[in-house]
């Protein structure tokens, strides 16, 4: 019992529906939560904390412990460190095709912005993966053993004694 072409087009339909109002919903939630923290720290401090100026200094402090974070790993961790990089790169890769491809999938025309940030990301996340794979090929051919070199060999075809 196979499935139609038409079949497998409605259910890919369905399934585009659905991801949408999951998205739409977790979007809403996700504004909700940053207006909750936002509206709370400007009414904790009367007034005098703008919420972008808050959200923003949440920014900065976030590449001020990534830039730390990065620089103080033992060269030890630096392998698995970069494993996980690239692996929230996936995240970001797939996150950016789907703001990209946001007219694809909703049947609207998606946001010039969503898809113009989308784009970016998905180019950054695509440098940072394959330039994580290029260092850790280069840390991995440093553990490999180094070629030895030719013991020098006689007109006559042997190989000189060590002398012992």
Do not use: C
């Not at 087009?9 to 998205?23: F, H, N, P, S, V």
């Not at 940053?34 to 976030?62: N, S």
């Not at 690239?86 to 946001?102: C, K, M, R």
Request: aromatic share 10%; hydrophobic share 50%.
């Amino acid at each position: 019992m196979a499935d139609t072409p038409q079949d497998l087009l409605d259910k890919a339909r369905a399934a585009a529906e659905a991801a949408q109002q999951a998205a739409d919903i977790a979007h809403s939630y996700a504004e909700q939560i940053a207006l909750t923290v936002g509206t709370a720290v400007h009414t904790a401090t009367g007034g005098a904390i703008d919420p972008f100026v808050f959200r923003f200094a949440i920014f900065v402090l976030a590449i001020f412990v990534g830039y730390y974070v990065v620089w103080s790993v033992t060269p030890a961790l630096h392998t698995p460190l970069m494993s996980v990089t690239n692996a929230i790169s996936s995240v970001i890769v797939v996150g950016a095709l789907l703001s990209v491809g946001v007219s694809l999938i909703g049947g609207e025309h998606g946001s010039l912005w969503a898809r113009g940030f989308g784009f970016v990301a998905l180019i950054l996340a695509s440098i940072n993966i394959f330039g994580g794979f290029l260092v850790t090929e280069r840390m991995l051919a440093m553990y490999k053993p180094k070629d030895k070199p030719a013991k020098p060999v006689t007109k006559d075809g042997s190989t000189p004694s060590s002398g012992r």
